[in-house]
T-cell receptor, first 116, second 110 residues
Framework: ETGVTQSPTHLIKTRGQQVTLRCSSQ?????VSWYQQALGQGPQFIFQ???????GRGNFPPRFSGLQFPNYSSELNVNALELDDSALYLC???????????????FGEGSWLTVV | AQRVTQPEKLLSVFKGAPVELKCNYS??????LFWYVQYSRQRLQLLLR??SRESIKGFTADLNKGETSFHLKKPFAQEEDSAMYYC????????????FGAGTRLAVHP
C-alpha cells in the first residue's frame, strides 16, 4: 500500500510569485484535502477535493486554489505569494468525502514553502 | 465556534513518570476526537480515536463531554514517546475536515 506522497519537499519563492504543490493520494483513496501548518501551530484546513471538485473550504482567500485529477492526485496553487504563506503544506487523503467513523485521514510528509 | 485547545506547548518528564497531555474542545454537536502524533522527521500519524476506546503504545484517552476534554494519558513514559502530539476534532456529518490544536511537545528524559 502506497502512502500519501508530496512534492517538492522544500522550495523558496519570492513574494508575489505563484507556487504549485503536488500530492498523490494513498492507494484506494478518492478524497484529498490540504492543510497549512505555520511554525508553532497545528495544521489548518484549506480545502477538500472529491470527484475533481472542491467540496469544502476553510478560511483561506481565493488565491489558494486546487485541482484534483481523475487518478485522485491533487495540486495546491497559491497566487500572489505573501510572506505569511511561509509554512508546511500538508496533503491528506481518505476513503471518502464525508466525516464518518472509520474514514481515517492520512497525511503526507508535507512541502515546506518559504516566501522571501 | 469549533476549537481545540492544548494549553501546554511543552511537557517535560523523566522516563517512567506518568504523562497527561491536555486537550479541551469547543463544539456544539457530537464531535469525534483524535490524537495525532508526529515523531522527529516523520509524518503526522493517527495515534488513537475516542470511538475506538483503544490503547495504543500504552496511551489512552477518554472523552469527557461534561468537561469537554480528551486528555491523553500514559502511566509510564518511555524515551521513544518523545514527539509532537496534536489533538483534533471532526464534526459529525459534513465533509472530512479536522480541526487541530496547536500541539504539545512531549520530551521524555532518561
Amino acid at each position: 500500500e502506497t502512502g500519501v506522497t508530496q512534492s517538492p519537499t522544500h522550495l523558496i519563492k519570492t513574494r508575489g510569485q505563484q507556487v504549485t504543490l503536488r500530492c498523490s493520494s494513498q492507494s484506494g483513496h478518492n478524497t484529498v484535502s490540504w492543510y497549512q501548518q505555520a511554525l508553532g501551530q497545528g495544521p489548518q484546513f484549506i480545502f477538500q477535493y472529491y470527484r475533481e471538485e472542491e467540496n469544502g473550504r476553510g478560511n483561506f482567500p481565493p488565491r489558494f486554489s486546487g485541482l484534483q485529477f481523475p487518478n485522485y492526485s491533487s495540486e495546491l496553487n497559491v497566487n500572489a505569494l505573501e510572506l505569511d504563506d511561509s509554512a508546511l503544506y500538508l496533503c491528506a487523503s481518505s476513503l471518502g468525502p464525508r466525516a464518518a467513523s472509520g474514514n481515517t485521514i492520512y497525511f503526507g510528509e508535507g512541502s515546506w514553502l518559504t516566501v522571501v | 465556534a469549533q476549537r481545540v485547545t492544548q494549553p501546554e506547548k511543552l511537557l517535560s518528564v523523566f522516563k517512567g513518570a506518568p504523562v497527561e497531555l491536555k486537550c479541551n474542545y469547543s463544539y456544539s454537536g457530537s464531535p469525534e476526537l483524535f490524537w495525532y502524533v508526529q515523531y522527529s522527521r516523520q509524518r503526522l500519524q493517527l495515534l488513537l480515536r475516542h470511538i475506538s476506546r483503544e490503547s495504543i503504545k500504552g496511551f489512552t484517552a477518554d472523552l469527557n463531554k461534561g468537561e469537554t476534554s480528551f486528555h491523553l494519558k500514559k502511566p509510564f513514559a518511555q524515551e521513544e514517546d518523545s514527539a509532537m502530539y496534536y489533538c483534533a476534532l471532526r464534526g459529525a456529518g459534513g465533509y472530512n475536515k479536522l480541526i487541530f490544536g496547536a500541539g504539545t511537545r512531549l520530551a521524555v528524559h532518561p
